[in-house]
């Protein structure tokens, strides 16, 4: 089947239909800009914490690029929830691509994309096979740009997450874990059971019912570690789970990471 031919023009003359056939992406305004920009700023700003020893350790660098990620997609998603919240009982108008949404989507495709070349050269070993990879590549060919930008408040919890794992002294678990509720739980199934009612559009709801699970899992995990925090203060390792998922929040090491402890014994100092 021949792909729709797609410019910029269709995007000002108000949006036009995703996804967006990736042999087409580049050539959209502002799509191409926005990533030589933030393939810039994230390079610049890596270098600074890398070679400044602001982040000294593998575990530290790789929180980096995701808390920059989720920081500035967070804030951005308050435009598409206050027009969500204005007229919440139509969602035509986020099946459409719009300049906005295509430097939001280039932005958070460029960011991932970093992670994972920077991540396979400073801290292979922290990128995680499904968190990491798999997760990277789904939102590579996906490219549901308006759409991206309705789900970006799930990013909120990630903020904190991060934080805490860069530098224990700003661990907050009770904000991390309130926010991921809200965002990556309720407001999740929310969006599943509003996007199919008003829409009834089986992809895009597909989609998200695909990733539900895996939030459920993590608070799931959450959840587990502050009962064995709260039993154990002082964080017995043997009583951790080896499931990596489980593990993916700050304070847990994963199996991967036990086994790597030889390679970045530097994190123990942290």
């Excluded at 602001?54 to 929830?81: G, V």
């Excluded at 990491?132 to 990013?155: K, N």
């Excluded at 998200?208 to 039993?231: E, N, S």
Aim: a neutral charge.
């Amino acid at each position: 089947m021949t792909e729709p031919i797609i410019n910029s023009s269709e995007i000002s003359a108000g949006g036009i239909e995703y996804p967006v056939p990736w042999s087409q992406i580049h050539t959209i305004h502002p799509f191409t800009e926005t990533f030589l920009v933030t393939s810039g700023i994230v390079l610049f700003l890596f270098t600074i914490v890398h070679k400044g020893k602001i982040l000294s350790t593998p575990k530290q660098l790789s929180w980096f690029i995701t808390f920059f990620n989720s920081t500035i997609l967070s804030f951005c998603s308050l435009f598409f929830i206050y027009d969500l919240i204005q007229n919440p009982s139509n969602l035509d108008r986020f099946g459409v691509s719009t300049p906005f949404s295509i430097v939001l989507t280039s932005f958070f495709v460029t960011t991932l994309f970093w992670d994972c070349v920077l991540g396979a050269i400073f801290y292979p070993g922290y990128i995680d096979l499904i968190t990491g990879w798999l997760h990277h590549v789904a939102i590579f060919l996906l490219c549901l740009t308006q759409f991206y930008c309705l789900m970006c408040p799930m990013e909120a919890p990630t903020i904190f997450l991060s934080l805490g794992s860069m530098n224990k002294k700003l661990r907050r678990d009770w904000i991390f874990g309130s926010l991921f509720f809200v965002t990556r739980i309720v407001y999740h199934l929310y969006s599943i059971i509003t996007w199919y009612t008003l829409t009834g559009n089986t992809q895009l709801v597909a989609i998200l019912i695909a990733f539900y699970p895996m939030h459920v899992i993590w608070f799931r995990g959450f959840i587990l570690q502050q009962i064995r925090l709260f039993k154990n203060p002082h964080g017995d390792k043997k009583s951790q789970t080896n499931n990596p998922l489980l593990n993916s929040f700050n304070g847990v090491d994963s199996a991967n990471e036990e086994r790597l402890k030889g390679y970045f014994k530097n994190d123990q100092t942290n």
